[in-house]
């Protein structure tokens, strides 16, 4: 059974930090690119920040603050937030996604981050 787990989430005040975790499980997480995605209320949801083994692709409206890592020997993939900004309240998603040999895409629950003072 596959699971993504987040954690991490809060209120936080303009220019605080949190970083999210994304426990998976039930799937060969390295052959997985992994993805944090946001959604902000009446907002599509957005692709954050990507990780493979070998790259990291991060948005330009979260570039310079956010920071995606992962570590496969926990499946666990990182999202580090600094200098958060009040744009910055959604819920964050994780998402695991391989194209080879068909394409899947898994989602976790979301968590929900705010910015407010």
């Known amino acids: 059974q596959v699971q993504l787990v987040e954690s991490g989430g809060g209120l936080v005040q303009p220019g605080g930090s949190l970083r999210l975790s994304c426990a998976a499980s039930?799937?060969?997480?390295?052959?997985?690119?992994m993805r944090w995605y946001r959604q902000a209320p009446g907002k599509e949801r957005e692709l954050v920040a990507g990780?493979?083994?070998?790259?990291?692709t991060i948005a330009d409206s979260v570039k310079g603050r956010f920071t995606i890592s992962r570590d496969n020997a926990k499946n666990t993939v990182y999202l580090q937030m600094n200098n958060l900004k009040i744009e910055d309240t959604a819920v964050y998603y994780c998402?695991?996604?391989?194209?080879?040999?068909?394409?899947?895409?898994?989602w976790g629950q979301g968590t929900q981050v705010t910015v407010s003072s």
């Open positions: 990780i493979t083994n070998s790259n990291t």
């Open positions: 998402s695991a996604f391989t194209s080879f040999p068909i394409k899947r895409q898994y």
């Open positions: 039930g799937f060969t997480f390295r052959n997985y690119a």
